[in-house]
T-cell receptor, first 114, second 116 residues
C-alpha cells in the first residue's frame, strides 16, 4: 500500500516569506499526485495536481509543486505567503491509470503571521 | 468548483445507537463517492468507495456491517454507523466525482460524530 509522508507538522512564517512543504510517497509505479488545502472551518479544496507531463505544476493562488521521481517527492512551494494562506495542507497520491484511492499525508498546518 | 454537502455537520449519540450521515453532490452527477475518516492529527483514511447503484468497496480493516454505505442515486450517498461506540467518534468526510476517474474529487465539509 501507499504511504505518504509530510514531515513538517506545523510551519509558522511571516507574511512575504517563501514556503516549501515537503511530501514524499512510497509507491514505485506510476502515480498521480495532489495537494489539497483546508482553510479553517472549510472543506478540502484542490490546489494542484500532477498526472503527467511537465513535472513543475502550477496551481491556484500562486502555489506550485515539483514532481521529482527519483526522490519520490512532490513538494509544494509558494514564493511569498500571505496571511490568508493560513490553513492545513495535505499531500495525496493515487496509483496511476485513474485509480480511485487517494492516500493522504498527515497534513501540515501553516500559520502565517501578519 | 462543484459543491458537495454533508448532513449533519455534527452529531452526538449514545453508545449502541445508529447514525446516518448524508453526502450530496449539489450540481453534478456523482457516479462515484468516497467516504473517509479523519482522526485528530492524522491523515484522511479512505473507508470505502461507492459507485451509484452498486455495492460499496471497503478498504481493508473497515467493517462493512458496521459502516453501511448506500449510493442509491447520482446525487446522494449515505453512511450509517450501526451500533456506534465511543471508538467510532471521529470526523467523517465524503467526496464525490463524476464518471471520469481522472477528474477531481470534490470534498464535503465533514461530519463530526461523538458517541457518548
Amino acid at each position: 500500500a501507499q504511504s505518504v509522508s509530510q514531515h513538517n507538522h506545523h510551519v509558522i512564517l511571516s507574511e512575504a516569506a517563501s514556503l516549501e512543504l515537503g511530501c514524499n510517497y512510497s509507491y514505485g509505479g506510476t502515480v498521480n499526485l495532489f495537494w489539497y488545502v483546508q482553510y479553517p472551518g472549510q472543506h478540502l479544496q484542490l490546489l494542484l495536481k500532477y498526472f503527467s507531463g511537465d513535472p513543475l505544476v502550477k496551481g491556484i493562488k500562486g502555489f506550485e509543486a515539483e514532481f521529482i521521481k527519483s526522490k519520490f517527492s512532490f513538494n509544494l512551494r509558494k514564493p511569498s505567503v500571505q496571511w490568508s494562506d493560513t490553513a492545513e495542507y495535505f499531500c495525496a497520491v493515487n496509483e496511476g491509470s485513474g485509480a480511485n484511492n487517494l492516500f493522504f499525508g498527515t497534513g501540515t498546518r501553516l500559520t502565517v503571521i501578519p | 468548483g462543484a459543491v458537495v454537502s454533508q448532513h449533519p455537520s455534527r452529531v452526538i449519540c449514545k453508545s449502541g445507537t445508529s447514525v446516518k450521515i448524508e453526502c450530496r453532490s449539489l450540481d453534478f452527477q456523482a457516479t462515484t463517492m468516497f467516504w473517509y475518516r479523519q482522526f485528530p492529527k492524522k491523515s484522511l483514511m479512505l473507508m470505502a468507495t461507492s459507485n451509484e447503484g452498486s455495492k460499496a468497496t471497503y478498504e481493508q480493516g473497515v467493517e462493512k456491517d458496521k459502516f453501511l454505505i448506500n449510493h442509491a442515486s447520482l446525487t446522494l450517498s449515505t453512511l450509517t454507523v450501526t451500533s456506534a461506540h465511543p471508538e467510532d467518534s471521529s470526523f467523517y468526510i465524503c467526496s464525490a466525482r463524476d464518471w471520469d476517474p481522472y477528474n477531481e474529487q470534490f470534498f464535503g465539509p465533514g461530519t463530526r460524530l461523538t458517541v457518548l
